[in-house]
């Protein structure tokens, strides 16, 4: 996928097209103006679930976001960006670690 973002403004494209902060996803207890990353928060973890949503069911979205947020959205410039990011790619990173994980229990 192709991420765009301008910092200044908090908004992000996805593939060319513009996420949305329209509360979609409510009960969650986000409240924010815009988009962020370059650091943890509120902001981050909004974008993270934001960006996950556009590919997963909403249970493993927000099952995800927060480790998503940390080591992908937390890394990014704080600055404007335009990125190619392979979600599949991380995804399995994920899987591969669930499952050498759970060979620990055994």
């Excluded at 940390?70 to 404007?80: F, G, H, Q």
Aim: charged share 25%; with cysteine.
């Amino acid at each position: 996928m192709k991420i765009k973002a301008q910092y200044i403004t908090g908004r992000v494209w996805i593939d060319g097209k513009e996420l949305s902060l329209d509360g979609q996803w409510g009960g969650n207890g986000y409240h924010v103006t815009g988009f962020a990353w370059g650091y943890r928060g509120i902001g981050p973890a909004w974008f993270a679930l934001s960006i996950l949503l556009t590919t997963l069911p909403e249970a493993k979205a927000r099952h995800l976001h927060r480790c998503f947020e940390a080591e992908v959205i937390s890394k990014l410039p704080r600055n404007d960006f335009e990125i190619e990011f392979d979600l599949n790619e991380w995804l399995g990173k994920r899987e591969l670690m669930k499952w050498a994980d759970a060979s620990y229990l055994r």
